[in-house]
């Protein structure tokens, strides 16, 4: 490195946060507040189980980063799949969904946080990402296309905010393997045994 220059480094960077938080906070704050902590309780558990690292939280929203693309889009898809899980266990306008994006490039390292476009993308994909979905560079799936059952849809070149040129995007669709939805139907199948509540 440079003497006098920042560090950089290639990493692989998930964006998380709540769709129509202010809108939920206005109708009940100490639901939704009760509601993110036991969400936020998952997101943490995964994104450590696949070897990822918290590196900024503010309000509802989570980035973290990753060694590898394919762990990152697997924790996206189970986050997804455990909080969909979550939401149907609870009142209706309690239910809070994330939206998911994730990208990789060159980021600038301050201590413990990252900056730099490629966290910058990477929130811009989730803003565009559907609630309770993910959506992806297109340098993520290149990495991860041969490597997963999942399918992702092409969205083509996204004009993001903030970000000179367009940016490749895919969403997630389906899995070659089982539905969704089947997932979901044995995850509420284990969490009934076990007697999740929030």
């Known amino acids: 490195m440079v003497e006098g220059s920042q560090q950089r480094r290639i990493a692989v960077i998930l964006a998380a946060d709540v769709f129509g938080y202010s809108r939920l906070m206005a109708k009940d704050e100490d639901a939704t507040l009760r509601t993110l902590k036991a969400h936020r309780s998952v997101i943490d558990r995964l994104i450590t189980r696949h070897e990822g690292r918290i590196f900024n939280t503010a309000g509802d929203s989570v980035l973290a980063e990753f060694d590898s693309a394919v762990e990152a889009v697997r924790c996206a898809i189970t986050i997804q799949d455990e909080l969909r899980v979550r939401n149907a266990q609870i009142a209706e306008e309690r239910r809070m969904e994330f939206r998911i994006g994730i990208n990789v490039g060159d980021v600038l390292v301050d201590r413990e946080n ?52 367009p940016v490749p995007a895919y969403r997630l669709t389906s899995s070659t393997s089982e539905t969704r939805a089947a997932r979901v139907d044995k995850l509420l199948l284990a969490g009934g045994a076990a007697g999740i509540i929030l």
């Open 114 to 165: 990252l900056y730099g476009d490629g966290v910058n993308i990477a929130a811009r994909l989730e803003a565009i990402a559907a609630p309770g979905n993910i959506c992806i560079s297109g340098s993520v799936f290149s990495l991860v296309k041969n490597k997963l059952s999942h399918h992702f849809e092409d969205m083509g070149p996204q004009l993001v905010k903030n970000i000179p040129e």
